[in-house]
């Protein structure tokens, strides 16, 4: 059996996450690295886990939300520049590095690769979308309709920030889990190692302990708290909770949205985002 490779997505700017992987990858010995995407937003730290990757020889491409930055450089997100609701987002990408900028536009959109006789497609939501979820067990004919118009042997995939590894029909698909934004009640940060013999992958599903209050020290200390509470809070919550209460605070705010009335806007209006996430987040509390 050749030496695994690690694979991981979705570290959203989680610094003390990332940096419990490699510390586990350096004890395994693991030096081949794959990375699907999504390493910046949510957390704290998105340029230092940018720089770490910029500077490693790992295999990487973007996710949604490196594309929203690029969209955002090019005018495409104007609407979200003054709004609560993206405030999280436009104060990561105003602490971005003029290298990583530059960086983030030299990623593809998704890889085809060869490794060790296997052959390997790799994206961050889909081969067809960015942003698309593929969950193999809640919407097979989907995910069967992926599988089926791809060549490779092996999808890698994330986005969902659901961990799993299923085989089917001579092929086989990998989400790593969220190394940074994870739902599992801080269990830890998670990743997968894939192991390919005789061209046949298998993946260990692993989740790395850390410090959720060495994260949150870094939403205060970094400022990130202050610029964004309600969306920060969401956060650290979730990763307490084990379960996305980002989202069901959007959700949350579109209910109220459609109880004023409000309609065809581009983005929650600032007084519906606030009063969603004081109401939600106490409500949870």
Not at 92 to 121: C, H, P, V, W
Not at 206 to 223: A, C, Q
Request: with cysteine; glycine share 8%; hydrophobic share 40%.
């Amino acid at each position: 059996m050749n030496e695994p490779i690690a694979v991981m997505a979705d570290i959203h700017g989680n610094l003390p996450a990332f940096l419990a992987i490699k510390e586990d990858l350096q004890k395994r010995g693991i030096e081949r690295v794959i990375v699907a995407g999504d390493m910046i937003s949510d957390c704290p730290d998105s340029d230092e886990v940018l720089t770490q990757v910029r500077l490693s020889d790992w295999i990487v491409i973007k996710g949604n939300r490196e594309q929203y930055f690029i969209d955002h450089c090019a005018g495409l997100l104007d609407h979200w520049t003054h709004a609560r609701q993206m405030s999280a987002l436009m104060w990561t990408f105003d602490k971005l590095s003029r290298k990583n900028r530059a960086y983030i536009r030299t990623l593809a959109d998704q890889k085809s690769i060869e490794i060790d006789g296997l052959s390997i497609r790799i994206t961050h939501g889909s081969p067809d979308s960015l942003s698309e979820l593929l969950y193999p067990d809640k919407e097979k004919e989907r995910f069967g309709e992926v599988m089926d118009s791809i060549e490779e042997k092996l999808l890698i995939c994330g986005h969902s920030h659901n961990q799993w590894f299923v085989e089917g029909k001579g092929k086989w698909a990998l989400n790593p889990g969220s190394a940074g934004v994870h739902f599992n009640k801080g269990e830890g940060a998670q990743y997968a190692l894939l192991r390919i013999s005789r061209e046949r992958p298998s993946a260990e599903l692993i989740s790395v302990p850390y410090s959720l209050k060495d994260l949150e020290k870094r939403f205060h200390e970094s400022g990130l708290y202050r610029a964004s509470p309600h969306w920060s809070r969401s956060i650290i919550e979730s990763l307490k909770e084990g379960e996305n209460l980002s989202l069901l605070m959007i959700d949350y705010a579109l209910n109220l949205m459609e109880k004023e009335g409000i309609k065809d806007a581009l983005t929650i209006p600032d007084h519906i985002w606030d009063r969603a996430g004081e109401e939600f987040l106490r409500n949870r509390g």
